[in-house]
């Protein structure tokens, strides 16, 4: 069983950045696959970022502005974004898998955090 917790959302202008964090529970952390998404108001849950040994994997949509990156020893993993646009706007929400492949499908994920509200103004 993995607990996942996740911090670092807020307001922010356009053109800014901010990090999430997501502190998880687990004494074999580093051998799972953890994940980003999100979902803004009256829209589909959305794959952001995956992260495993095996590497990284972003969707289309914020390649090249957002970096996934995790700390083994802290057991937490990390969403820098930058550039930030309106339509980033969205709760973000931390999962985790301990299954082989970075995977974009949210049914592939058993753990999820709580969320964290991320709202960008223009």
């Known amino acids: 069983q993995v607990q996942l917790v996740e911090s670092g959302g807020g307001l922010v202008q356009a053109g800014g950045s901010l990090r999430l964090s997501c502190a998880a529970s687990?004494?074999?952390?580093?051998?799972?696959?953890m994940a980003w998404f999100r979902q803004a108001p009256g829209k589909e849950r959305e794959f952001v970022a995956a992260i495993s040994y095996i590497g990284t994997r972003y969707a289309n949509s914020v390649k090249g502005r957002f970096t996934i990156s995790r700390d083994n020893a802290l057991s937490t993993v990390y969403l820098q974004m930058s550039s930030l646009k309106p339509e980033d706007t969205a709760v973000y929400t931390c999962?985790?898998?301990?299954?082989?492949?970075?995977?974009?499908?949210?049914?592939?994920?058993?753990?999820w955090g709580q969320g964290t509200q991320v709202t960008v103004s223009s």
């Open positions: 687990g004494r074999t952390f580093s051998s799972y696959v």
């Open positions: 999962a985790a898998k301990n299954s082989f492949g970075n995977s974009g499908t949210y049914g592939d994920y058993p753990y």
